[in-house]
T-cell receptor, first 113, second 110 residues
């Protein structure tokens, strides 16, 4: 499968714990995006990378959230001290540099109890 | 920042009828407008898109129109089929950032 992949697909954690998600984009895609989606809503932009550089970050992203893409390939999204309000589907997408079409991964569903 | 409004939130049509979903956006810098279909429990899938230098684009039963002056764009699905039932999202994008509408749940009744 040469599409965008995400791991894990599901994560259940207790409030206050830290979680980390991984995204592997389509191999030749330079841009990588993270979104959060809650039930009944559209995906909400969190941040995006061009190669290893994080070029934009939503002001909605609190300091408990951090994302990295150290080698310009896969990316990780970490949430520290999780809260119940963090429960959502976390989607990753990738695109070519200079291309607009974003291809989404299957998402990681986070449940904070 | 960009704000995208999408209407209606739910739409029910008979098989074979047409369906129209409308979106408005606020940021004149947005220059790319994709539409995604999301089935329950699955990832959003791009179904059609339009760039700001084009007014209309068609792909088989699906078409999108864009009015830059009025800042609105629409998705048209003709000859709907039960497999078209899903949630549809519009988005307004600048390079690196997309703002999505809240979705339209389309139900096509056989």
């Amino acid at each position: 499968d040469t599409g965008v992949s995400q791991d894990p697909r599901h994560k259940i954690t207790k409030r206050g714990q830290n979680v980390t998600f991984r995204c592997d984009p389509i191999s030749e895609h330079n841009r990588l995006y993270w979104y959060r989606q809650t039930l009944g809503q559209g995906p909400e932009f969190l941040t995006y990378f061009q190669n290893e550089a994080q070029l934009e970050k939503s002001r909605l992203l609190s300091d408990r959230f951090s994302a990295e893409r150290p080698k310009g390939s896969f990316s990780t999204l970490e949430i520290q001290r999780t809260e119940q309000g963090d429960s959502a589907m976390y989607l990753c997408a990738s695109s070519l540099l200079g291309g607009d079409e974003q291809y989404f991964g299957p998402g990681t569903r986070l449940t904070v109890t | 920042g960009e704000n995208v409004e999408q209407h209606p939130s739910t739409l029910s049509v008979q098989e074979g009828d047409s369906a129209v979903i409308k979106c408005t956006y606020s940021d004149s810098a947005s220059n790319y407008f994709p539409w995604y279909k999301q089935e329950l429990g699955k990832r959003p899938q791009l179904i059609i898109d339009i760039r700001s230098n084009v007014g209309e684009k068609k792909d088989q039963r699906i078409a999108v129109t864009l009015n830059k002056t009025a800042k609105h764009f629409s998705l048209h699905i003709t000859e709907t089929q039960p497999e078209d039932s899903a949630v549809y999202f519009c988005a307004a994008s600048t390079p690196g950032k997309s703002t999505f509408g809240d979705g339209t749940t389309l139900t096509v009744k056989p």
